[in-house]
């Protein structure tokens, strides 16, 4: 079975501060989401990185997939309340996805 | 243009009934896909459908989940004799095509509470 760790699991800071979360697997994925989850609505898709060592920048997030393929990280420049959420890794192999357990953000004013 | 739906939105429903709950992917995307997030937790898989291949029930918890799309497009989750233990949200995703670097289109959810 594959499985994805993120860490951390909740994360609490202020408006302004920066911050990144991991996702780190054993197995190799062909390809990495991120998906960012508010309360009583399903996940939105941030980013999909596919190449090992590949860099996507979003404003003010910074994804980075591991070269090996089997890691991942999401980092926030200058947070924001409104980034507040649930933010999910999940790894590719065929047909499914593979969710981490997600980082609960919250971004006090 | 519409996204996903799903209802109900909420369902509390009693130990032992069965539930139906239902899904309205995106029209004109073949894959469909049934997860199920406790709270503030990550997406368990449960069910894979892609047009009009065998689908992939890997995920199910046991047989009291079954799933069916007809016509290619809305899709029923299925639990009988509920249990306690299935309280959770069911998320729907439809997507283009299979996975990879399709992005999965989420629905809302359905929260289920079994008493």
């Known amino acids: 079975t594959q499985l994805l760790e993120q860490s951390p699991q909740f994360l609490s800071i202020q408006e302004g501060e920066n911050l990144t979360v991991y996702c780190n697997s054993s197995?190799?994925?062909?390809?990495l989401q991120w998906y960012r989850q508010e309360p009583g609505e399903g996940p939105v898709l941030l980013v999909t990185v596919v190449t090992g060592g590949e860099v996507k920048k979003l404003k003010r997030l910074t994804f980075q997939f591991g070269d090996a393929r089997k890691d991942s990280s999401l980092h926030i420049t200058a947070a924001q309340p409104g980034d507040t959420g649930l933010y999910l890794c999940a790894g590719t192999s065929g047909s499914r996805l593979t969710f981490g357990e997600g980082t609960q953000l919250t971004v006090n004013p | 243009g519409a996204g996903v739906s799903q209802s109900p939105s909420n369902k509390v429903t009693e130990k032992g009934k069965d539930v139906e709950l239902r899904c309205d992917p995106i029209?004109?995307?073949?894959?469909l896909y049934w997860y199920r997030q406790s709270l503030g937790q990550g997406l368990e898989f449960l069910i894979y459908?892609?047009?009009?291949?065998?689908?992939?029930k890997s995920g199910l918890p046991s047989d009291r989940f079954s799933a069916e799309r007809t016509g290619g497009s809305v899709s029923t989750l299925t639990i009988q004799r509920t249990q306690q233990e299935d309280s959770a949200v069911y998320l729907c995703a439809s997507s283009p095509a299979g996975t990879g670097l399709y992005e999965q289109y989420f629905g809302p959810g359905t929260r289920l509470t079994v008493t």
């Open positions: 029209s004109g995307h073949t894959a």
């Open positions: 197995s190799v994925f062909s390809s």
């Open positions: 459908f892609q047009g009009n291949s065998a689908p992939d």
